[in-house]
């Protein structure tokens, strides 16, 4: 961030205000992570902060200090927009467009109160007032680190602040093993350590909470791994009928397309999920070395996101979504 909003932005903080923080659609770690954290550093500053997700968060992150206070859009339409109309400050947190937000965007984009982006991901919209962009970061929540320092408040920083933004540097680097985990990390994370984090604890709730469908869901998921050697690629797909077999609930199915990337000389891995409610294809992409998805599902799949892990969308149905995805991958060079 420049000297120049450093300033801009500390003034605005000089008085308390009403703040209102929120982040992308379908929030993950680093997006819950990021905001909460955010939101507990603003308590202390005695704002009147209130964090607003586009639609429900899952369940393995409802532990989060004050999770139970976090606004769902999507279920108070109302009350939300009233809120974001009366905030005096926004943060967008974890995303670089608005209509990573979904149906909140219409609300957002008429906001008149000044807008913060913090983020990390690839070519972000000019929509904020500021914005604090960064690709080189491997998650929200360390900017988030970064940006209480550039306000010299990082003796604020307590165990509860710590422990969200934990939480987001985690998952954001699939477990300190993502290439942006740098010596500068650990260190942050050490520090957070010594204010009390529980970091044995923490990894347990956020990948030890299987219920037995989620890890039932998640052998069928294997089952259905399909793997083109010749293009170094694997790709996973999960019908709506598989998903209500196993009971799916949000969340269940994070994180299974790494297990694409795990077989050895695979580079490319996907996974396309059949939400009939949306009536959409939802796909997320992984990849290991300069193949960069991000690239891949804006060019394809109306998506985004960072150069080894993204995310798209299909309107067309799961057979034709895979098949097109097949057709694309023959055509190049991977
Ligand atoms: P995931 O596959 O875990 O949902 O998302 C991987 C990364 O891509 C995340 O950083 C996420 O924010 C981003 N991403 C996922 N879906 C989309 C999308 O539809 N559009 C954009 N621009 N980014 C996405
Ligand atoms: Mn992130």
């Known amino acids: 961030m420049n000297e120049k909003d450093i300033l ?6 000089a008085s308390p205000k009403k703040i209102a923080i929120f982040p992308h659609r379908s929030p993950d770690g680093d997006a819950m992570g990021s905001t909460l954290g955010l939101y507990h550093f603003l308590l202390k500053l005695n704002h009147k902060p209130v964090v607003i997700a586009p639609n429900e968060f899952p369940e393995f992150l409802a532990w989060l200090p004050s999770s139970e206070t976090v606004l769902v859009y999507e279920n108070d339409r109302v009350n939300c927009t009233k809120i974001l109309n009366e905030a005096e400050l926004v943060f967008t947190l974890d995303f670089n467009a608005l209509h990573r937000t979904g149906e909140m965007e219409q609300v957002l984009s008429k906001l008149s109160a000044p807008m913060i982006m913090i983020d990390h991901h690839q070519l972000p919209d000019s929509y904020a007032t500021f914005t604090y962009s960064d690709t080189s970061f491997g998650s929200t929540c360390e900017m988030i680190y970064n940006f209480i320092g550039y306000l010299n408040q990082k003796n604020l920083i307590d165990k509860t602040i710590a422990t969200c933004l934990y ?3 985690l998952t954001d680097s699939g477990g300190f093993r993502f290439p942006k985990t ?8 050490a520090e957070f350590i010594d204010l009390g984090v529980e970091n044995t604890e923490i990894p347990n709730l956020l990948f030890d ?3 037995y469908d989620r890890l039932q869901l998640l052998g069928r998921a294997l089952h259905n791994m ?8 694997s790709y996973i797909s999960l019908s709506q009928k598989e998903l209500d077999e196993f009971k799916y609930v949000k969340g269940d199915t994070e ?18 999920i059949e939400h009939r409610d949306e009536n959409i294809i939802k796909i997320s992409f992984r990849s290991q070395g300069d193949f ?3 690239q891949f599902a804006r060019d394809h799949f109306s998506g985004g996101g960072h150069i080894n892990a993204a995310g798209g969308k ?12 097949e057709q694309i991958i023959s055509k190049i060079e991977l």
């Open 8 to 13: 801009a932005i500390q003034e605005l903080l």
């Open 167 to 169: 939480t987001g540097i």
């Open 182 to 189: 740098t010596g500068t990390t650990h260190r942050i994370v």
């Open 209 to 211: 909470n299987n219920s």
């Open 226 to 233: 399909k793997v083109l050697f010749d293009k170094k690629t």
């Open 255 to 272: 994180g299974i397309v790494n297990y694409g990337l795990t077989i050895k000389g695979i580079v490319f891995a996907a996974i396309f």
């Open 292 to 294: 960069d998805v991000n």
């Open 314 to 325: 299909s309107y067309d149905s799961l057979a034709n979504t895979i098949k097109k995805f």
